[in-house]
């Protein structure tokens, strides 16, 4: 297999297992147990999905796929060398498995036999250890579990703006989809016969003036799989001066799968989703893009590729979101039609918390560390201008 989509391969790995314990803690800990301070498995999730995003830019240079073996040798040893000494003992100088709890005997999350208390009652100190275990309150996710008293530590809000910066710094383009093209496009809102969605922006059938950005998440070769993003500026959506900006990137199509990122090598294959619900008239509903396959079909993803079909006609991407069963319902028809001849620093800023409407708004997951990456990518990259 070539060093370059090893390299590639492992820093996928990395930024996705480095995300897990941020996007969605109580899952991870179902698989790996437990954790005693939470802060500290998201500062290091947080740095491993960094090691993971550098390890992926660094596949784009010639020397790249070394520098991403000696990132990755580190990081797995650094890991190791962490994880060992420091896995959480039962107090009597025995260690605790890292093997998952549902096969140590436990049962997942939610399960009415997950600590029941007549399990427990069989005397001896490591009953009354569950027994405590069971009956102590919950903190808060993305806090360290304090000793009595003290006050729960922050979320490492921090940390993410400043790898964002770090890595935008090193770039010298934003730290995720450094690359792209900006391009002309439309929108139109359409007369759903289903019924009306209660936003105001879609309320009527119409046509708006967009500004659509292609890109590749990683930077990565042309010739290598990528994640591939869709951001668009609808102009006036919701009144002058009120735009909306959405964020979508190449995702699975299973329940599951519409909120995972998938990198892809033809950009016509499959779905374009936001990962992260939006609150669309006070309901949490997921939003994704699908492309038409036109007769410019199949698309690779790098750029010049979909440049060369924009040349040959338009590309056309249905806008849904997620429907009461979980089934996709149309709302608008997006079309990109022309390259713009911009340069990246006249890129518009794309921000779905700056560029938002009434009644469709991003939701409350992760709100503060991607608020945090957007500041941290501007910051690094030197942009002073302010979020058009």
Known sequence: MPAATVAAAHGAFNVVGGLWPLVHLRSFEWVFGPKADVYLQRTTGGLLAGAGLA???????SEGPKHARRIG????????AVDWPTSPGDGSGRRISSMPRWKRGGSPPGCAAHAPRAAVRQ???DDERVVTAVSAPRVSRGAVRPASGQAPSPRPVALVEAGFRALARLRRAPALHPRGLTCTGELEILDDEAGTWDVPWLATPRRLAATVRLSRAGGLPRRLPDGLGLAVRVTDADGPDRHLDL???SSGRGRAGRHLPLPRTDALRGPYSSLLPYRVAGRSRLLAAFPRRTRQAPVPGDLRSIAAALDAGPLVYDLCAEAGDRSWRRFAVLTVRAVLPVGEEDTPDFDIYAHSVRAFEPGGALAAPRRAAYRGSRSGRGARREVL
């Open 55 to 61: 390890q992926l830019a660094a596949v784009a240079d």
């Open 73 to 80: 040798l580190v990081t797995a040893v650094t890991l190791l």
């Open 123 to 125: 005397g001896g100190v």
């Open 247 to 249: 964020l979508m990137t």
